[in-house]
């Protein structure tokens, strides 16, 4: 089955310049060709498929880092997340696969859900039982007795217990794994400004991570979560938000740890979206408890933007699930990094597809446009490097070389 995507321009996610005309062929669910419009004559004939996009731009499909898939995303996330069943649960997991999917994400992972929820939903995908993007799972978290997001099912307090924990999540299918290095807003009683663990159980983690071939993402609020995070080497910081341990501060930000971050190739996945979302669907923000996480949107963008410029590789999360954040919901992400922190256009459409591939350890499968590729293709209506908001406006998504969506309208 050969298919043919064509549009005014093709952007194929390596940061090179943009094709003027693009097209894509795809064969089998491959990618066979990146070329122009016009050297497509002879490629066409009887039982092509073609598909244009006029004042489009074809892309490859966004490449999304942070998922809750049995989260709710509405006001009453923590509750739903508490007191459902698992069978509301798992049907939650599966429509929003599906968003996602549709909103041009085509590959995903999911950054904590029960293990009863994450493994058979990756499983039905595969299966191509239900629709959705390519699914990395990290099973449930690792987290401390009582720890953020303990609900989820993988409590584990010393070096020892946690390292068994991991290989117990590998055993049972983990494509990464999740440890929550500090408190987190979601989880009530938890400390968001302290480390629940210190940098030598990280270690132990990495250590044993490495040995079986997976990477370790390690959520961190507080700057001493961050600090012993970079320290045990954590493939993949979360949020990174540099919360100081002293409540009347906010932030406590320290350039040379970023540094470090940097010279040891540590991807960081800011979700610096969330603010903006819930800013721009006009929910307000509840900043009173000094316990929990108060955020100042400007400074935290200036800080990332530093960040940004000593070398740190960002990648694209949105934590799907808590309160707001939907499945759906992934373009704000490049947008925000765009309009807000300041980083540059192509080189944020390089994070969103090619740098998070590739900290996801699937770029040679995906992230980029390239011939050999799976074809998760996507065309947006408008130029992306004009506006970054033609992001929210997903006209076709081809994952693994099936048409998902056509002409703005969903096919699954
Ligand atoms: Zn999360």
Redesign the pocket.
């Known amino acids: 089955m050969k298919l043919v995507l064509t549009a005014d321009s093709l952007i194929d996610g390596t940061g090179a310049k943009p094709v003027k005309n693009g097209a894509l062929v795809i064969n089998n669910g491959r990618i066979t060709r990146v070329t122009t419009v016009d050297k497509l004559e002879r490629d066409s004939g009887k039982g092509v498929q073609t598909i244009h996009v006029k004042g489009g731009t074809i892309m490859p499909g966004f490449v999304e880092a ?1 998922s ?1 898939m049995h989260c709710s995303a509405e006001e009453e996330a923590y509750e739903h997340t508490m007191n459902d069943t698992d069978q509301v649960l798992l049907m939650r997991a599966v429509k929003a696969q599906r968003e996602a999917l549709l909103s041009g994400v085509t590959t995903t992972r999911d ?2 859900s029960k293990n009863n929820i994450a493994f058979p939903v990756k499983k039905a995908i595969e299966d191509g039982v239900i629709p959705g993007p390519r699914l990395l799972v990290v099973g449930t978290p690792i987290t401390t007795t009582g720890g953020h997001c303990h609900m989820f099912g993988t409590e584990a307090d010393t070096a020892e217990d946690v390292v068994a924990a991991l290989r117990h999540q590998v055993k049972l299918g983990a494509d990464y794994i999740k440890m929550m290095s500090t408190g987190g807003g979601f989880t009530p009683r938890t400390n968001v400004r302290r480390a629940q663990y210190p940098a030598e159980t990280l270690a132990a983690a990495v250590k044993d991570a490495e040995r079986m071939g997976v990477r370790v993402a390690a ?1 961190c609020h507080g700057t001493e979560g961050v600090k012993n995070c970079v320290k045990a080497g954590i493939h993949n910081l ?1 949020h990174s938000t540099w919360v100081s341990a002293n409540p009347d501060e906010i932030y406590d930000y320290d350039p040379r740890t970023a540094d470090e971050m940097a010279k040891k190739g540590l991807w960081v996945d800011p ?1 610096l979206a969330f603010d903006f979302i819930w800013q721009d669907k006009g929910i307000p923000v509840k900043q009173t408890d000094k316990t929990v996480l108060r955020s100042d949107p400007d400074r935290r963008y200036e800080i990332l933007k530093d960040m940004w410029d000593r070398g740190v590789k960002f990648v694209t999360g949105i ?1 799907s699930g ?1 309160a707001h954040v939907g499945f759906g919901d992934f373009a704000y992400t490049p947008q925000v990094m765009v309009e807000k922190a300041g980083f540059p256009v192509m080189d944020t459409l390089v994070s969103s597809t090619k740098t998070t591939a590739d900290c996801l350890g699937v770029l040679d499968e995906t992230g980029t446009l390239e011939p050999g590729k799976a074809a998760d293709a996507i065309i947006v209506n408008g130029d992306p490097l004009k506006n970054i908001r033609v992001l929210h406006k997903v006209d076709t998504v081809v994952a693994r070389g099936k048409v998902v969506k056509q002409g703005g309208k969903a096919l699954v």
Do not use: E, V
Request: net charge negative.
């Open positions: 942070h809750h950054l904590g959520h979360i979700t934590d808590m």
